[in-house]
């Protein structure tokens, strides 16, 4: 199993960035997708989440109407789009699985990438 | 209310019992998560949905779920235990989630 995150910058703020997870070793179409991530030094902060199919999708008020999450399952990947970027969204992003089968043996987040570090500043 | 409130830090002995408590409205409704974040590295879920241990995760390991406070105790804690300690749990309807703020475990 592997989740591994790419794209990570030094972005302007007020700028806009495109981070990636590639996907491998399981069924992706079996799992949630997510976005959690972590200023440095600081705890974890749930961001956005996308069901299996893209039917549902939900953020957290800090990022709405700024971040996007996507997915391509044909790909095996996800994407989260940012935009309007300020200092506050430095942090290492991790993209995380979640099963989405009600009949899951395990529920919750069960496997997380490494995470990709998001810096803004000028 | 949809926050999750954690100590900021437990200290015990090795073989030492450490109880991390999360407190929050929320948890009188919805499941807890636990996860288990090491040094450097990404975190790792420990407990599903109140009390159920992945399997990969020693038996040692056991959490609870009450009104609105949720444990997890480590029964006779080791070093390797060293680490910070997050809740989780998603809002009332379900569409946002949440994390604690975090409990720094420390075994020495």
């Known amino acids: 199993v592997s989740l591994v995150e790419s794209g990570g910058a030094l972005v302007q703020p007020g700028g806009s960035l495109t981070i990636s997870c590639a996907a491998s070793?399981?069924?992706?179409?079996?799992?949630?997708l997510l976005w959690v991530r972590q200023a440095p030094g600081k705890g974890l902060e749930w961001i956005a989440h996308i069901t299996s199919t893209s039917r549902s999708i939900s953020y957290a008020d800090s990022v709405k109407g700024r971040f996007t999450i996507s997915r391509d399952n044909a790909h095996n990947s996800a994407f989260l789009k940012m935009d309007n970027l300020t200092a506050a969204d430095t942090a290492t992003y991790f993209c995380?699985?979640?099963?989405?089968?009600?009949?899951?043996?395990?529920?919750?987040?069960?496997?997380w990438g490494q995470g990709t570090l998001v810096s803004i500043s000028s | 209310s949809s926050q999750l409130t954690q100590p900021p830090s437990v200290s015990v002995s090795p073989g030492q019992t450490a109880r991390i408590t999360c407190s929050g409205d929320?948890?009188?409704?919805?499941?807890v998560f636990w996860y288990q974040q090491k040094s450097g590295q990404a975190p790792v879920l420990v407990i599903f949905e109140d009390h159920k241990r992945h399997p990969a995760v020693p038996d040692r390991f056991s959490g609870s779920s009450s009104g609105t406070l949720a444990t997890l105790t480590i029964t006779g804690a080791q070093v390797e235990d060293e680490a910070d300690y997050y809740c989780?749990?998603?809002?009332?309807?379900?569409?946002?989630?949440?994390f604690g703020g975090g409990t720094k475990v420390t075994v020495l």
């Open positions: 989780f749990s998603t809002d009332i309807r379900g569409d946002q989630g949440v």
């Open positions: 070793g399981f069924t992706f179409i079996d799992y949630n």
């Open positions: 929320i948890l009188a409704r919805k499941f």
């Open positions: 995380v699985r979640e099963p989405s089968g009600l009949a899951a043996p395990v529920t919750g987040f069960d496997f």
